[in-house]
């Protein structure tokens, strides 16, 4: 058995914290494989390292002052040798800093810049830990056009693993076929662990975070929402689309590719079982719904055409109008001389009057009325197949709660319901809807 364990930003910004992993780690010995990321915020004001990162080298970029860039990359070493300190190590930074500072000078690149926070982690938990130290740059490959390249990343990491018992991969980044260091994008540490679980063939991906899980609903809308014990991919991806975050998107490909399943764990809480992200399940969901998530500001445009349920085509012609302009439409429902289209209105609103002129001269419509200040509802479940009434539950609990539904479309996967309300209306919907099925237990 082996398991890969990634430890996000918040666990790791301390020796406080640096400890607590230290005894998650060491308790199973099946932890081979240690993912870090860069020591993230302690308090709320706090600056994460790679931000401290980012920002040194713009001033080194800019070429502002010597004792500018000086101080700012001081504050970031300061970090280091406060954990360091903290830990009881021996180990010394000095040398790596002034690579740094002199790769900094060079401008060798932001992403190298950004990358040293997880590199420098690394180094401290490999030291802290006993366990040996593999730099992603010498495992993790990008292609000349910038992309994850997974099939040689597989096989040179594959093979590397296979002889190293226990090893600490910092995560974020790897490396261009000429060398130089390419970071995924912000919360990339996620990226590596998948990759790395699926390389060695983990038994499971744990990843550790400061929340004991995928919460039912986001926590600044409901007091407390219950923690989801066990999400399919898919549940998790309608989920994640409507904002719901605890993972980056690109970490589920390689580890559901592999068969693994996900756990998400606490470090502060790390009794709790977390949360299990898995292919299929026959467990069923404590709840009808999994989850439920949305997103504000959403456009409707309402197009209407006498008899365009005979006409042939239209539909084509009509988003035929927002791909001229480069706008993605997120829901087309549609009646039988309706149909509405669904857009990001920060996205629409600034070419709003030329997708409406290419609906009139692509469709030739009767009508085009527009709706702004919208929200979409995601209510999410796989319970929802096998359960009856999900619908009915979901509309009377608005009407109770005097929301106004907009908009209805549910998939014919039965996995989810979504709902168009306006942005006001959002909070109480969610509200309603936490409150039928998850406190009152339906
Ligand atoms: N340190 C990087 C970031 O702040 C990557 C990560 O934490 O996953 O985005």
Redesign the pocket.
């Known amino acids: 058995m082996s398991k890969v364990v990634k430890f996000?930003?918040s666990s790791l910004a301390s020796a406080e914290q640096f400890k607590k992993v230290g005894k998650i780690i060491k308790e199973d010995s099946e932890r081979r494989f240690v993912i870090p990321?860069?020591p993230?915020k302690r308090f709320a004001k706090d600056k994460?390292?790679?931000?401290m990162l980012y920002a040194c080298y713009a001033t080194a970029e800019k070429g502002k002052t010597a004792a500018a860039f000086k101080a700012e990359l001081a504050a970031i070493k300061e970090r280091y040798t406060e954990i360091i300190s903290g830990l009881g190590l021996k180990l010394s930074l000095d040398a790596e800093f002034e690579t740094i500072a002199e790769n900094f000078k060079k401008k060798i690149g932001k992403d190298y810049a950004?990358s040293r926070?997880?590199y420098l982690n690394g180094l401290i938990m490999a030291d802290y830990l006993g366990f040996e130290f593999i730099d992603a740059a010498e495992v993790i490959k990008f292609n000349e056009n910038g992309e994850f390249d997974a099939e040689l990343t597989d096989s040179i990491l594959s093979a590397k693993l296979k002889g190293v018992v226990n090893a600490v991969i910092p995560?974020?980044y790897g490396s261009l076929p000429d060398g130089s260091v390419k970071?995924?994008?912000?919360?990339?540490?996620?990226?590596?662990g998948s990759i790395v679980a699926r390389a060695c063939k983990a038994d499971v991906y744990e990843n550790w975070t400061d929340v004991s899980g995928f919460l039912i609903a986001d926590p600044r809308i409901i007091d407390n929402p219950e923690v989801i014990e066990t999400i399919t991919y898919k549940e998790l991806r309608e989920l994640s689309y409507m904002g719901a975050t605890v993972l980056?998107e690109d970490a589920i490909f390689p580890v559901r590719s592999g068969g693994i399943p996900i756990n998400i764990r606490n470090t502060n809480a790390p009794a709790d079982n977390g949360t299990w992200i898995v292919e299929s399940t026959c467990q069923k969901s404590k709840y009808t719904i999994t989850g439920v998530a949305g997103k504000r500001g959403f456009c409707a445009i309402n197009i209407e055409k006498d008899m365009m349920n005979a006409e042939i085509g239209f539909g084509r012609k009509v988003l035929q109008a927002f791909e001229d302009n480069g706008i993605s439409f997120e829901h087309i429902p549609s009646g039988i001389d309706t149909m509405t289209v669904f857009v990001h209105q920060d996205e629409f609103m600034h070419k709003e009057q030329q997708v409406v002129s290419a609906i009139h001269r692509l469709a030739d419509p009767d009508s085009i009325e527009i709706e702004a200040d919208l929200a979409l509802i995601a209510v999410v479940g796989r319970g929802m197949k096998s359960t009856r009434g999900t619908a009915g539950r979901i509309f009377s609990a608005l009407a109770h709660a005097n929301v106004n539904v907009k908009m209805i479309d549910q998939g014919s996967s039965e996995l989810n319901i979504i709902i168009g309300v306006a942005n006001n209306d959002f909070e109480a919907a969610i509200k309603a809807i936490y409150d039928i099925f998850v406190v009152a237990r339906l």
Request: charged share 20%; proline share 0%.
């Open positions: 996000g930003g990321s860069a993230g994460k390292v790679t931000d950004a926070g997880e995560g974020f970071t995924f994008s912000r919360g990339g540490s996620d990226i590596t980056h």
